[in-house]
């Protein structure tokens, strides 16, 4: 759930705009589908079911990821610092604030220390068959993507660009067994929704959209995407109307896979055809900007707000607003610093191939 940002740190407002759809996505699964579901206010069950697919948004941070950091790696794929580099920005860029918000939850008597500190979490809850505590259990998705971390500046660095798509392509298609098995081998569906492996039809999507954008062959002949875009979107709508949850065997199968190709194929269209830089661009952009924070932040700041403050409909306004403010204040104070500071202690040798796409 790490910054939008190129190999040396610039931004792209389309990319934040994306990023700040997620977060919203976010937002509203976890903030306003139940308080809309638990309402008695006319038409909020109905808003609830609209939003129902809410929860995808963290399928697109994983499409997002892997686009990002794809990217990252094949622009420096050559370097002979790739690794150290790579591994130091990304601990400057993740652990400070992941650190802030573990810290009091490990104190009041958390969980598995040692679990938490290698972002191995997700395999401990989907062992026990449930979300993990409500405090961090978000943190669930940041133990996928550090473990997607682990492979694939080697699967950049080892396997020849001619011949990555074909391996993307393979691990992409084995993403719905492996939900099989894990369903299976744990007995559980929390499986299925927290393992990589389970997961990784859509980190290695975007991997594979990144590889697509910078092979000039492929640039070419990519008119096709706004169809696989069309196509991708009637299925998601599709399974909208069934009304399905994240859990259900639909989505342990074949769901996740439909939601990453159709994420996939927007970010490909975003990334050929990006939009203009309206206000709606800038103002998803700055909640791309602010993401993580929102991310990590929001789930205490509900808990706290519920205990001390107001519950319902009214508490949700006001954990929003405030999970926004403390977003802010963590992106100066702590995020910002240690993106900086990442990246003028630790350089690649050289800029990146195309900045244009990874910027």
Not at 131 to 155: C, K, N
Not at 159 to 176: D, G, S
Not at 180 to 204: E, I, K, Q, S, T
Not at 212 to 235: E, I, K, T
Request: proline share 5%; aromatic share 12%; glycine share 10%.
């Amino acid at each position: 759930m790490a910054g939008v940002q190129g190999g040396d740190g610039a931004r792209s407002t389309v990319l934040d705009a994306v990023r700040g759809v997620a977060i919203l996505q976010v937002l509203v699964w976890h903030y306003w589908v139940p308080g809309f579901l638990r309402s008695k206010v006319a038409g909020t069950q109905l808003l609830a079911f609209l939003l129902n697919m809410s929860w995808t948004g963290v399928d697109l941070f994983f499409v997002l990821s892997g686009f990002l950091i794809g990217g990252i790696l094949m622009d420096h794929r050559d370097e002979p610092n790739l690794l150290p580099v790579f591994y130091l920005r990304r601990v400057l860029r993740i652990v400070p604030l992941y650190a802030v918000v573990l810290v009091p939850f490990l104190l009041g008597g958390g969980g598995n220390k040692l679990a938490y500190a290698g972002f191995m979490q997700n395999l401990v809850w989907a062992r026990e068959g449930h979300w993990g505590p409500e405090w961090v259990g978000v943190t669930w998705s940041l133990a996928v993507e550090e473990q997607f971390y682990m492979i694939l500046p080697a699967m950049i660095r080892l396997v020849p660009p001619a011949r990555l798509p074909v391996l993307l392509l393979v691990l992409i298609a084995l993403a719905p067994a492996a939900r099989v098995l894990a369903w299976l081998g744990f007995g559980n569906a929390y499986a299925c929704y927290m393992l990589m492996p389970c997961r990784m039809d859509a980190l290695f999507a975007g991997v594979l959209v990144a590889w697509m954008v910078r092979d000039p062959r492929w640039r070419r002949h990519l008119g096709w995407s706004r169809a696989l875009l069309g196509f991708s979107g009637v299925g998601c709508v599709l399974l909208l109307g069934c009304n399905a949850d994240q859990l259900s065997l639909l989505f342990c199968t074949v769901g996740y896979s439909a939601v990453a190709i159709f994420y996939a194929a927007l970010l490909l269209e975003l990334t050929l055809h990006p939009p203009g830089s309206g206000w709606m661009v800038r103002m998803l952009g700055w909640f791309g900007l602010h993401a993580y924070g929102i991310y990590l932040l929001h789930r205490p700041i509900e808990l706290l707000v519920a205990r001390l403050i107001a519950t319902g409909l009214v508490g949700l306004i006001i954990a929003t607003i405030l999970t926004i403010l403390a977003a802010a204040v963590s992106w100066r104070i702590i995020e910002r610093p240690c993106i900086h500071l990442g990246h003028r202690m630790f350089r690649y040798g050289a800029r990146p191939a195309i900045a244009s796409v990874a910027a």
